[in-house]
């Protein structure tokens, strides 16, 4: 039998509730039928964010419990809601009415398996007919779905389905920070850094109640930038990598005439692009390196075994004679040429590809040094928690 007021419920469901008046009757009514169905105890925590609607009396009507998040953001109400909830087991869900939480029994049977945290999937089960626009069920969450199972490997088909039960324990290990729309998205990218457990059922996707607040447009712009921003090695590391290979080595080659192209020899104009290239691409790649440490630093990962390999070969130290002597060496060219200016009576100078070559020697050399700096500044906040 379920009860909304025991000490320690077996299941808090929590919704978050922006002006949802029309809808919270039927989604508190339907949570209560899968508590009861599901042979659990639970209670209903409504995280209200402002609404003015009469959201917040009604729920309580309903014998829900309201808590107050003042702030805007769908992750302000959730994080708000979940921190109040006190259930072992949690579910959510938005308050529109899209989601039938009367489906509960189906969730926690799978979760009985020996999962952590339970996805629904709207694209294995039933969409009623313009619940989901087109271009989201066709093109923008099957591309979202694939971009985010490219960077973190979550093993979900459809990420973007809000209806979830997980454990406290689970929870406790994801830890999301966002206070947008992107906290849906980081509950699972985190849930798979931490090597959580996760499934998915099939659900039915309803018509919602009341006015849609999704955007599409802007709020999938934000979905791109959050994984990017989240997945600093393929927004920085790579591409860094893949410039700073190609810039140099073409840098090389053309320095000692061994690039050409049909017969004819690449001269001090693509060289001045490969520097370019050069600079840029080590540039990126330092921006990516102190990514990871923040990231690591601010406890958006817990571990990170590329950084936990690169600390054990890098020192302040290293980067500092590294960047010193690359600095050094394109002094040593540029002295070279002066030398040379000198001898010849300051006559014309013929050491373009020299002189270019000995610039980006010193440019890289500088951002070695001062990312060097930078890097051991944001590290050392965790060397000393160690």
Not at 272 to 300: D, H, K
Not at 354 to 359: C, I, M
Request: one cysteine or more; proline letters at 3%.
């Amino acid at each position: 039998m379920s009860t909304d007021h025991v000490a320690a419920p077996d299941v808090s469901i929590v919704m978050p509730c922006l002006n949802e008046a029309g809808a919270l009757p039927s989604c508190i009514a339907k949570a209560r039928k899968g508590l009861a169905d599901a042979g659990l105890t639970g209670e209903i925590v409504i995280a209200d964010n402002g609404s003015t609607d009469g959201s917040p009396q009604i729920a309580e009507e309903q014998g829900a419990r309201v808590v107050h998040e003042p702030r805007r953001g769908y992750g302000r109400a959730y994080k708000t809601g979940l921190a109040a909830a006190r259930g072992r087991l949690i579910m959510m869900g938005d308050a529109d009415d899209t989601y039938d939480f009367s489906a509960l029994p189906g969730y926690y049977a799978k979760l009985q398996e020996g999962y952590d945290l339970v996805n629904g999937n709207r694209l294995k089960g039933n969409i009623e007919g313009g619940s989901m626009p087109w271009l989201h069920h066709h093109i923008g969450n099957p591309f979202l779905t694939w971009l985010l199972n490219s960077l973190f490997h979550t093993g979900l088909t459809d990420v973007y389905c809000g209806m979830r039960l997980f454990t406290r324990e689970a929870y406790q290990r994801i830890a999301p920070r966002s206070n947008g729309m992107e906290f849906a998205l980081e509950m699972l990218i985190n849930a798979a850094k931490a090597g959580l457990r996760t499934a998915e059922i099939p659900i039915t996707l309803h018509q919602r109640i009341g006015e849609a607040k999704l955007r599409t447009f802007r709020d999938g712009y934000r979905s791109v930038r959050f994984m990017l921003l989240y997945s600093p090695t393929w927004l920085f590391l790579v591409p860094g990598a893949i410039l700073s290979l190609v810039g140099f080595s073409s840098l090389v080659g053309i320095q000692f005439g061994l690039l050409r192209v049909a017969g004819h020899e690449l001269d001090i104009h693509f060289m001045t692009l490969a520097s370019f290239v050069t600079i840029l691409g080590v540039q990126v790649l330092w921006l990516g390196l102190c990514a990871r440490t923040y990231s690591l630093s601010e406890e958006f990962d817990q571990e990170d075994q590329l950084l936990l390999r690169f600390y054990r070969l890098f020192k302040l130290e290293t980067g500092l004679v590294l960047g010193l002597a690359l600095f050094a060496i394109g002094v040593l060219i540029d002295a070279g040429i002066l030398w040379r200016w000198v001898a010849q009576g300051f006559g014309p100078l013929y050491a373009h590809k020299a002189a270019v070559f000995a610039a980006t020697l010193m440019g890289v050399g500088v951002q070695t040094v001062f990312s060097s700096f930078f890097i051991s500044l944001m590290s050392l906040r965790k060397s000393l928690d160690e």
